[in-house]
Every structure is written in structure tokens, then in C-alpha cells.
């Protein structure tokens, strides 16, 4: 473990002094159905103004289990593709999915047919639950494949809502669906299969910045390890059927299948889906329904709501926290929300490979710690160099981390379960991040995305914090290029307000904060940053600009 400062050891938050009780439920379905039965009355969901309570949910799920069970004869540890937004479907699929005993292979439904073939084959699966204005890409790629169980969903299903939804490819159109696999499901019963906490429950495919996806083998214990983490942390906040969750991150993305959906599942929480948060108007319209007590997003999502006509009249009463994560929350962002809602907003740390969180900022912290804060409960996080020694504290290392949130490894991969899991059992994470003197981690920057000035470190992160105080300045990137006298030299890319700030005003005021090496050697304005469906800046679409 890292050599954390002892004066903070001795005096640690309440929340984090505990260790979690890793066999506090005997898998993820036991956690689901003593929640659907706690809870029964209680909404569990909304989605397009339609409401579905945990007693629904429950049978609606074991539906879909007894159809997926009987009528396609998969058995446990089979795996389905569940490629959907923030709909209805979403969890109803996913918990009869998991209730059969099933791997769920998380898909974002805007892959192209290329990353879509990797993943299906990869996973080796031969059904798949999508989401019908996304067939278009599977039916190009399908042949390539293994499928031959389809199901589509659309906006209103397992709902009474009846939505417009995209028109399915005609290859579809007489594909069952999932109000079809509901109403087949009524009339057939399955068998329960004996769960434990080393069985699988998620492939989630991560890397693909690096080349080929590799699949995350999440078992059902790390899923409950890092819930209970989370209890440990935020429980004393969170009352049981009286919390209302906003969920506009993707649901196949870990963040927000851990967190807003799982760990909210366990305290009877309303979830409100947000099918497409891009379109802010209309997300600030949906808040503005709700005395929502908790948000998780990314940067981007924060800073764009902020911008949003309408937002800072929302009612911020009742909430209680508000989860950053995915990439470094920045200190101007943070600001600004506490001015309008009362509170900062908390940054975390994790990846698809640890469940994700491995840390988090404590919630008696009042401040804006720009860190990433402490280790969750029964985790262990140390900072290593080069050749895997730890370093000194204050210096940069690569995170590494140890914990039953850790996954098993990369689905049937070897090759690179071997180059990031230590024989004592630590997940190299590829994160730089120094450790801090209150004992405080902060996250510096990938190690890939380090810029290397005449052998001097360079993070972008710093620089783009640093560029984002600039009033005029909305969002910003940065990242290294080639130069024959420099080895690199950093550049910025950065999305303007005002169409006459120039990049000299840019490179001044980083002259004024940052030491000279620092300084963007050049800076380009453009519309806007390439994102992720999840909203975080991708750096390397940039070095094809």
C-alpha cells in the first residue's frame, strides 16, 4: 500500500475507515430481489413519462428471464449483447438477463460495424437485445457473426407508452421485440440458477484507444464489493424509497451501471433515464420535474448544463451530491455548479476494469479538493515507477490497485492479463497521479497521453485546467506534437465564446500560470471537441486534426 502520510491515516473520514462486508448479499439477483420485495410499491424508474414501480420491474424482468431460459435455451453463463440508450428496456432486459444467470455484454449503441463485429465475436455470443434504430449496423455486419437470436427494443417498450420510435431495418421488421418477449414471458416459468459471487455477470469491453477492445470480466462479487464501497461511503445520506437519481450517463457504461443503477437499486431509489442528454434544452426540462437528490456526469455534462438557458432556476433543494467522474472534473466547473446548486461537485476515480471506483472525495469535505480524493473501503492503491517501485510521496507514479472490486481479468486474453495484473494480485491502471500531503490522490494524466518537452514531463490536464479559467473559453484539449527541436511541443485546441479571442491572449495567460515549457506552442480554435457517448474529450481524434 502506498506510504499515505500517517497523520491522515489516524484521522481518516468516518466513511472511509470501514471495511465493506464483501458477502453482504449472495449475488447481484439476491441484492435485486430483496429490493423489488422491500420496495415493491415504490417507482423504480422513469422513462418518457412513464413509470414502472420494483414490483413491475421484478415481473416484467422474469419475464424476459423465462423467454431467454426457455424459448432460446440459454443457460448460465451464456452471454447477450444488450446494446441500448437510457430507455425502458433497458433495465427490464438487463435484470432478466442477469435473473437467468446470464453475462450481460454491454454495448454502446453507437458503434460502427467494425467495432460491433469485434465485440459480438469477441464475447462469443449468439443473441442480442438492441435497440431498433441502431439495426441499420447490425444488419451490415451480422453474416460476420455467430447471432441468431435478436430481439429489438424501441422507445415505449415495457412501458405503456406507445413512442415514435426510429424505423427498424427492414431485414427486422418481423424481428420479435421486447413488448413481444413480455407477453410470451407471462406464460412460462425458469428455473433459478444457483449464483455466486466468482460467477460473471458483465463483459465490459474497454481499451479501444489502444487497438482492440478487450472485454472486462466483472464477476458478481466485484459488483456487490464495490456497491457495498459505496454504501459505506454515501449510505449515511441516502434514505431508503426516498431518493431520485438522474441518470444521463449511458447505462452500458460502468459509471452509471454501478452507481445510478445498481447502487440506487439497493435503497429503493427513483431513477430518472435520460435517453438523450445531448440535447440540453430538453434535459433541463426534464430536471426541472424533479426534487432529484443525486447526478453523476463528466465534465463536459456538468459544464454544458451550466450553459443551459433554464438550468440555474432549477430546484436544487434536495441535492445531496453530485458524482464527477470519467475524466478530471476542473475547478471552474465545480465553482460555478456550487454557485447554483450549493454544492461541489465530487470527483471519483475508477475504471471498467475495478467495477470502476477504486476512489472518491468524501462527502464531509466541504471544499473543492481538485484530487480525486481517498480510497474506497477495504481498497489498497499504491504509486509505482518504471521498473514497479513504489515512489516517493509527493512524486508521480503509475496507480496501481488492489481490491475485491478488481476484475478477474480480460475475458479469454492472456496475453493482457499479463502485462497490467501483478502476481500479488494489483491492476496497473496506466494513470499517473501523485499523491497529496492531506493524503489526497490526483490524477495527472494517462501515460499516453504525457507530452515529453526537451525531457521535461508535460500533463495536459494541468494545462488545460489552467486554459479553462479563461472567461472565454468554453471547453479545451491538449495534447503533444512532433517537433525536431523539442522532441514535442504542446498544443491546444479550445472551443471560444468570443470570436476575437486570440491564441497570443491564450499563451499569455499561460505564461503568467505555467512554468515556460508548459506553454501551448500552438493553439487552434475550433467548433467543437471530439467527445465520447459518454462525453469525454478524446484526445487522439485531435492528432488528426
Not at 506552442?521 to 474529450?537: M, N, W
Request: hydrophobic share 40%.
Amino acid at each position: 500500500m502506498s506510504t499515505m502520510p500517517h497523520h491522515f491515516l489516524n484521522n481518516p473520514p468516518k466513511s472511509f475507515a470501514k471495511t465493506i462486508d464483501e458477502n453482504a448479499y449472495s449475488s447481484i439477483v439476491d441484492l435485486v430481489r430483496q429490493s423489488c420485495e422491500k420496495f415493491s410499491d415504490r417507482p423504480a424508474f422513469s422513462s418518457f413519462g412513464q413509470v414502472l414501480s420494483y414490483a413491475e420491474i421484478d415481473r416484467k424482468s422474469d419475464y424476459v428471464a423465462a423467454y431467454l431460459q426457455t424459448d432460446l435455451g440459454l443457460t448460465k453463463g451464456d452471454r447477450v449483447a444488450l446494446m441500448s440508450p437510457n430507455i425502458m428496456a433497458f433495465p427490464v432486459a438487463m435484470l432478466g438477463i442477469l435473473k437467468a444467470g446470464l453475462i450481460q455484454v454491454n454495448v454502446n449503441p453507437l458503434y460502427t460495424a467494425r467495432e460491433l463485429t469485434h465485440q459480438l465475436n469477441d464475447a462469443d455470443t449468439d443473441t442480442i437485445i438492441i435497440y431498433g434504430g441502431v439495426t441499420d449496423v447490425l444488419a451490415e455486419m451480422v453474416d460476420q457473426t455467430s447471432i441468431k437470436n435478436i430481439v429489438i427494443v424501441n422507445l415505449g417498450d415495457a412501458t405503456n407508452g406507445r413512442l415514435p420510435s426510429p424505423e427498424v431495418n427492414e431485414k427486422y421488421r418481423d424481428t420479435i421485440t421486447l413488448n413481444n418477449v413480455l407477453e410470451r414471458g407471462k406464460d412460462l416459468s425458469f428455473t433459478r440458477p444457483s449464483l455466486e459471487l466468482s460467477d460473471l455477470i458483465f463483459l465490459q469491453y474497454t481499451g479501444g484507444t489502444t487497438g482492440l477492445s478487450k472485454g472486462a470480466a466483472l464477476t458478481h462479487g466485484n459488483l456487490v464489493a464495490n456497491i457495498m464501497m459505496y454504501d459505506a461511503v454515501a449510505g449515511e445520506i441516502t434514505l431508503d424509497g426516498e431518493e431520485v437519481v438522474i441518470t444521463a450517463l449511458p447505462l452500458y457504461h460502468i459509471f452509471a451501471l454501478m452507481v445510478n443503477f445498481l447502487s440506487y437499486f439497493k435503497y429503493g431509489a427513483l431513477n430518472v433515464l435520460i435517453a438523450n442528454p445531448r440535447d440540453m434544452p430538453g434535459f433541463v426540462a426534464e430536471l426541472d420535474k424533479w426534487k432529484f437528490s443525486a447526478i453523476s456526469g463528466v465534465n463536459t455534462l456538468y459544464n454544458g448544463l451550466l450553459h443551459t438557458p433554464g438550468f440555474a432556476d432549477l430546484d436544487f433543494d434536495n441535492l445531496k451530491a453530485a458524482w464527477g467522474g470519467g475524466a478530471a472534473i476542473q475547478r471552474v466547473v465545480s465553482d460555478q455548479w456550487l454557485e447554483f446548486t450549493g454544492q461541489h461537485i465530487k470527483e471519483g476515480y475508477g475504471l471498467s476494469e475495478t467495477s470502476p471506483i477504486l476512489t472518491l472525495n468524501p462527502l464531509e469535505i466541504r471544499h473543492f479538493t481538485e484530487t480525486v480524493g481517498l480510497p474506497m473501503p477495504s481498497t489498497e492503491i499504491t504509486l509505482r515507477d518504471g521498473e514497479g517501485n513504489e515512489v516517493v510521496d509527493g512524486e508521480p507514479g503509475e496507480l496501481w490497485a488492489r481490491g475485491p472490486q478488481v476484475m478477474k481479468g480480460y475475458w479469454r486474453n492472456p496475453e493482457a492479463n499479463a502485462e497490467v495484473m501483478t502476481k500479488d494480485g494489483f491492476f496497473k491502471t496506466g494513470d499517473v497521479a501523485i499523491l497529496t500531503e492531506e493524503g489526497y490522490y490526483k490524477i495527472v494524466d494517462r501515460i499516453k497521453d504525457m507530452v515529453l518537452v526537451s525531457g521535461f514531463n508535460v500533463y495536459p490536464t494541468e494545462i488545460e485546467n489552467v486554459i479553462a479559467e479563461m472567461t472565454d473559453i468554453v471547453e479545451v484539449a491538449v495534447i503533444g506534437v512532433p517537433d525536431d527541436k523539442t522532441g514535442e511541443s504542446v498544443k491546444a485546441f479550445a472551443v471560444r465564446s468570443r470570436d476575437g479571442l486570440s491564441g497570443s491572449e491564450v499563451q499569455n495567460y499561460c505564461r503568467d500560470n505555467l512554468a515556460a515549457y508548459k506553454v501551448p506552442k500552438y493553439v487552434e480554435f475550433i467548433d467543437e471537441l471530439p467527445k465520447s457517448t459518454v462525453g469525454k474529450i478524446l484526445r487522439r481524434e485531435l492528432r488528426n486534426y
